[in-house]
């Protein structure tokens, strides 16, 4: 079974940019739907973005619109997110999953996950 790998995070400062990356070890990302979620400390794991891989239709979460850009590179069997103009409240541990149908917002809907990469963002 295919293994999720989140990696790109680390520690910026506010108004930075970070790309995380979410790679498939032993399968591909192919024609699955990826959802990019975040979890902070204290706080119940939340969605980010997804991106289907039916037609390519994204969803963003209202706290992160104009700033995230999710994107899926085949030749790399990645999906992607470009995170600009970071605040502090978008620290948290960022994970990437997968299912087998269309987008879906919701953490309950995603059946396999990555460890996560943790994102700091501070002064």
């Known amino acids: 079974q295919a293994q999720l790998v989140e990696s790109g995070g680390g520690l910026v400062q506010p108004g930075g940019s970070l790309r995380l990356s979410c790679a498939a070890s032993?399968?591909?990302?192919?024609?699955?739907?990826i959802g990019w979620f975040r979890q902070a400390p204290g706080k119940e794991r939340e969605g980010v973005s997804c991106?289907?891989?039916?037609?390519?239709?994204?969803h963003y979460t209202d706290s992160i619109k104009g700033r995230f850009t999710i994107s899926r590179d085949s030749a790399r069997n990645t999906v992607n997110v470009q995170m600009n103009n970071l605040k502090p409240e978008d620290t948290a541990v960022y994970y990437c999953a997968v299912r087998p149908y269309d987008i879906s917002p919701f953490v309950y809907a995603y059946p396999h996950w990555g460890q996560g990469t943790q994102v700091t963002v501070s002064s």
């Open positions: 032993g399968g591909t990302l192919g024609r699955y739907a």
């Open positions: 991106i289907s891989g039916i037609d390519g239709r994204t």
